[in-house]
Antibody
Framework: VQLVESGGGLVQPGGSLRISCTAS????????MSWVRQAPGKGLEWVAN????????YYADSVKGRFTISRDNAKNSLYLQMNSLRVEDTAVFYC??????????????????WGQGTVVTVSS | EIVLTQSPATLSLSPGERATLSCRSR??????LAWYQQKPGQAPRLVIY???RRATGIPARFSGSGSGTDFTLTISTVEPEDFAVYYC???????????FGQGTKLEIK
């Protein structure tokens, strides 16, 4: 069971970046997925999550309207499109496995699998 | 919006001692609460979910308890590998957003 993030890098303020997360070892399309970030020297901040079938998406107020979460279940992949980036968005971004669903019945057992993180730096 | 406050910010203990970490909410909730351990340079690791259930591979010295507005993570006998930062996390039933506490650093005394 593994999550691997990619796509991080250096971007100027106001710029855009898309980061990805590839899952393996579990049935990806039965789980909600989340993005969580951690600014340098700071705590964890939940960013967004997406339902197992992609039909529902939720965002933290700090990124709403600027970030878009999406997924491609055929590719076992999760994405985060980040627009209008700000210096304060600089962080390590982690993808994490969220709630498990069996049809319309869902069961939360925590954010139980995490990737190693990808670093996003917003700076001029 | 749920706000989680963890205390103390830093807990200094010697190996073999008992650790008690607190997570409090301003408003009562009956929803999901979890605890995570994070060591420097590593991703967080789930320790406890659903207030008191140990995650896979977590030793029995870790236990969680609480309800309403007060939750506790207890390490019965701290081992050298337990020194880390611990975060509590709450998930609403609906909308299914997550909130983290600011963390408690468990350091070697």
């Amino acid at each position: 069971v593994q999550l691997v993030e990619s796509g991080g890098g250096l971007v100027q303020p106001g710029g855009s970046l898309r980061i990805s997360c590839t899952a393996s070892g579990f049935t990806f399309d039965t789980y909600w997925m989340s993005w969580v970030r951690q600014a340098p020297g700071k705590g964890l901040e939940w960013v967004a999550n997406i339902k197992h079938d992609g039909s529902e998406k939720y965002y933290a107020d700090s990124v709403k309207g600027r970030f878009t979460i999406s997924r491609d279940n055929a590719k076992n992949s999760l994405y985060l499109q980040m627009n209008s980036l700000r210096v304060e968005d600089t962080a390590v971004f982690y993808c994490a496995r969220d709630t498990r669903c069996d049809g319309e019945s869902c069961y939360s057992e925590g954010l139980d699998i995490w990737g190693q993180g990808t670093v996003v730096t917003v700076s001029s | 919006e749920i706000v989680l406050t963890q205390s103390p910010a830093t807990l200094s203990l010697s190996p073999g001692e008992r650790a008690t970490l607190s997570c409090r909410s301003r408003q009562s909730f009956s929803d999901f609460l979890a605890w995570y351990q994070q060591k420097p340079g590593q991703a967080p690791r789930l320790v406890i979910y659903d207030t008191s259930r140990r995650a896979t591979g977590i030793p029995a010295r870790f236990s969680g308890s609480g309800s309403g507005t007060d939750f506790t993570l207890t390490i019965s006998t701290v081992e050298p590998e337990d020194f880390a930062v611990y975060y509590c996390q709450q998930r609403n039933i609906w909308p299914p957003r997550h909130t983290f506490g600011q963390g408690t650093k468990l350091e070697i005394k």
